[in-house]
T-cell receptor, first 118, second 118 residues
Framework: AQTVTQSQPEMSVQEAETVTLSCTYD???????LFWYKQPPSRQMILVIR??????QNATENRFSVNFQKAAKSFSLKISDSQLGDTAMYFC???????????????FGTGTLLAVQP | DSGVTQTPKHLITATGQRVTLRCSPR?????VYWYQQSLDQGLQFLIQ???????AKGNILERFSAQQFPDLHSELNLSSLELGDSALYFC?????????????????FGPGTRLTVL
């Protein structure tokens, strides 16, 4: 079974600074996706970034980038130029590639609560 | 706005009662997922439907059931409610049920329904 671990329950960063959130996962699968979702105080789950396991290049989306280390099963999220609106709970999630149309449920970590300080 | 809609936003009911949560997927998405977010269990996958058919079950109680209709909207029925069923229930949708690409398999979440059982 796959597991996702986020070892940092809470983090804090000053506005305009850079912060990195950690995530490790355990799987015997070779083809999968990894995601970061954010959940602001509104409780909406918002996709931040995704990474395909077969791609060596790290994904980037504006101020958000990942450091994907497949051998180490590590998937950290870097937020540059942090903004007050980045304050949220961040969830790392794993999805097995569903060959032949098998289910692709998301398996979530426990989350990291990020507070951006003015 | 993800394009996934859920109603109602809030629901307060008593133990032993039955409620129905409704979800409309993004336009063009055929796959619908239900997740439960509670303080003690975190985010957990409940059930998946694809084009009207049940695709996979997760940690869904026998008191819970779901269906997806021909217009692709989905309903999650919760019966004989207990205090422990109080949680945030999310619906998510994707184009494909799995086995596609990172784009077709990515899940987008609705705003959630907060259920409070008194």
């Amino acid at each position: 079974a796959q597991t996702v671990t986020q070892s940092q329950p809470e983090m804090s960063v000053q506005e305009a600074e850079t912060v990195t959130l950690s995530c490790t996962y355990d799987t015997s699968e070779s083809n999968y996706y990894l995601f970061w979702y954010k959940q602001p105080p509104s409780r909406q789950m918002i996709l931040v970034i995704r990474q395909e396991a077969y791609k060596q290049q790290n994904a980037t989306e504006n101020r958000f980038s990942v450091n994907f280390q497949k051998a180490a099963k590590s998937f950290s999220l870097k937020i540059s130029d942090s903004q007050l609106g980045d304050t949220a709970m961040y969830f790392c999630a794993f999805m097995k590639h569903g060959y032949g149309g098998a289910t692709n449920k998301l398996i979530f970590g426990t989350g990291t609560l990020l507070a951006v300080q003015p | 706005d993800s394009g996934v809609t859920q109603t109602p936003k809030h629901l307060i009911t008593a133990t032993g009662q039955r409620v129905t949560l409704r979800c409309s997927p993004r336009s063009g998405d055929l796959s619908v997922y239900w997740y439960q977010q509670s303080l003690d269990q975190g985010l957990q996958f409940l059930i998946q439907y694809y084009n009207g058919e049940e695709r996979a079950k997760g940690n869904i109680l026998e008191r819970f059931s779901a269906q997806q209709f021909p217009d692709l909207h989905s309903e999650l029925n919760l019966s004989s409610l207990e205090l422990g069923d109080s949680a945030l229930y999310f619906c998510a949708s994707s184009v494909a049920p799995g086995g596609g690409t990172s784009i077709t398999d990515t899940q987008y979440f609705g705003p959630g329904t907060r259920l409070t059982v008194l």
